[in-house]
């Protein structure tokens, strides 16, 4: 059974920092881009930010670039989000994705239609 499980959400106030995790099971995690999407309440899920497993490579919005950073430990099978700098309108349901190949990295942030997806974790950011 695949699985994608998201932690690390909570209430920080603004300009702090929190780290999300998101662990793969189920998949063949070498062989998949990762990605982090997040939907306010009543505004459209938007790309945050994705990383190719096998190279590296990553793609930000502008929205996040410079604050948010992504990365992966293969060995664990997860992909970590941290982000500093954290702004009221950073406040959404965080959600990690994964979809084989590198199509999100060549599409982001217009890209929504990965194989697989994780419940989603709380970020809360007060001002």
């Known amino acids: 059974e695949v699985q994608l499980v998201e932690s690390g959400g909570g209430l920080v106030q603004a300009g702090g920092s929190l780290r999300l995790s998101c662990a793969g099971s189920?998949?063949?995690?070498?062989?998949?881009?990762i990605a982090w999407f997040r939907q306010a309440p009543g505004q459209e899920r938007e790309g945050v930010s994705c990383i190719s497993v096998s190279d590296g490579s990553t793609q930000y919005a502008d929205s996040v670039k410079g604050r948010f950073t992504i990365s992966s430990d293969n060995a664990k099978n997860t992909v970590y989000l941290q982000m500093n700098g954290l702004k009221p309108e950073d406040t959404a349901v965080y959600y990690c994705a994964a979809d084989p190949g590198k199509v999100i990295l060549a599409t982001f942030p217009y890209y929504f239609g990965m194989d697989y997806w994780g419940k989603g974790t709380l970020v809360t950011v007060s001002s």
């Open positions: 189920g998949f063949s995690f070498d062989d998949y881009a």
